[in-house]
Nanobody, 126 residues
């Protein structure tokens, strides 16, 4: 059973940076597409970024393009989300999720994932 644990969240000032980690256990991440989602208070869940098996294809929400970068290292069984130039509207609980790779380019519009982490809070405020 694949288990995911997010870390790296916290309080940061606008314009600052954070790197979120999604560490997997119980199974290798090899063969899985991984995504980051977020949910702000009073709002629905939003796909932020995703990366396919092998890391050859990624997708990003328009709101984070050019500021967030997703990456993975299957040898370390970890996926990261590097976030720079953070804005107040990035404040949310961030979740990572995994599903078996479908063999096509991943899309943040796909929200059907089999495994979810517990989330990590990101607060952008001065």
């Amino acid at each position: 059973q694949l288990q995911l644990v997010e870390s790296g969240g916290g309080l940061v000032q606008p314009g600052g940076s954070l790197r979120l980690s999604c560490a997997a256990s119980g199974s290798s991440l090899d063969g899985y597409t991984i995504a980051w989602f977020r949910q702000a208070p009073g709002k629905g869940r939003e796909g932020v970024s995703c990366i396919n098996n092998r890391g050859s294809r990624t997708d990003y929400a328009d709101s984070v393009k050019g500021r967030f970068t997703i990456s993975r290292d299957d040898a370390k069984n970890t996926v990261w989300l590097q976030m720079i130039s953070l804005k107040s509207e990035d404040t949310a609980v961030y979740y990572c999720a995994a599903r078996p790779d479908w063999g096509k380019a991943p899309s943040i519009e796909d929200q059907v994932y089999d495994y979810w982490g517990q989330g990590t809070q990101v607060t952008v405020s001065s």
